[in-house]
């Protein structure tokens, strides 16, 4: 089986990110409230949810610090055949 190209990853990490973050919701009041827990600005976490943006590598590791999953799970959900 060959590599992702870059798009494919792209695509898999921003539905990843957004997965994540929407799940997050279940346990918060609001998007404010989850931004403001994770620490980041809720406009960004719009554009995370809504794939819109993908977040820098350091508030990809705060997520999952924050959320208690690996960066793994956030950035690749898709159970691929390795």
Sequence with gaps: MSQPDATEY???ASSGVSA???HALINFSSQSELA???GINPR???AYISRDSLPSTAQCL???DVL???IQEM???E???R
Excluded: W
């Design 36 to 38: 403001a827990y994770i």
């Design 79 to 81: 159970p691929r055949n």
């Design 44 to 46: 960004s976490l719009m």
């Design 75 to 77: 950035l690749d959900p």
């Design 20 to 22: 994540a973050l929407r």
């Design 68 to 70: 208690g999953i690996s």
């Design 10 to 12: 792209t695509r898999r």
């Design 62 to 64: 705060r997520i999952c």
